[in-house]
């Protein structure tokens, strides 16, 4: 299992979303990007902070399928060009309780925002967009965040 440092810690601890915004900012992104990028931001703070329902792991898996995440992530057999749902699970749970709402946070912005995912061969491409039936649903996403997590 790879170590996770201190600084890893309180990245998360002080707002990776805040960090990714920065970052961002700082590439030259464009006011209308930067603009998506906030809203982004405020949706994923808004869905980590609404009230957690049980995990309906069916849901999550009905939701990944037909949004063809399986098309790059499994969940625990690695070999395909994103990383398995398993090691992501992994690579959080010894992190703090009080860090983890942070990484819910971080993990929504991701799904919700189109940021850029980098693959093994060097390339990177915007991350699909989740969507829901019906429309726009955060319970949903929040759910399948919670069932990667849960992993």
């Avoid at 949706?43 to 049980?54: D, K, Y």
Wanted: one cysteine or more; proline letters at 8%; hydrophobic letters at 40%.
């Amino acid at each position: 299992m790879k170590a996770i440092s201190r600084a890893t810690i309180a990245l998360a601890a002080g707002g990776v979303l805040l960090a990714a915004s920065s970052v961002l900012a700082a590439e030259g992104e464009t006011s209308e990007a930067s603009e998506e990028n906030q809203e982004a931001m405020a949706l994923s703070h808004q869905v980590a902070t609404m009230p957690t329902q049980p995990l309906n792991a069916e849901a999550a898996r009905r939701l990944a399928k037909a949004n063809g995440c399986f098309r790059c992530h499994a969940i625990e057999k690695p070999g395909k060009v994103g990383p398995t749902w398993s090691s992501v699970a992994e690579r959080f749970r010894p992190l703090p309780p009080v860090v983890q709402p942070v990484v819910q946070e971080r993990m929504l912005y991701h799904l919700l925002s189109g940021e850029q995912a980098n693959f093994p061969d060097g390339h990177s491409e915007r991350h699909k967009l989740i969507e829901t039936n019906p429309p726009n649903d955060p319970a949903q996403i929040k759910n399948l965040v919670e069932f990667i997590l849960s992993l």
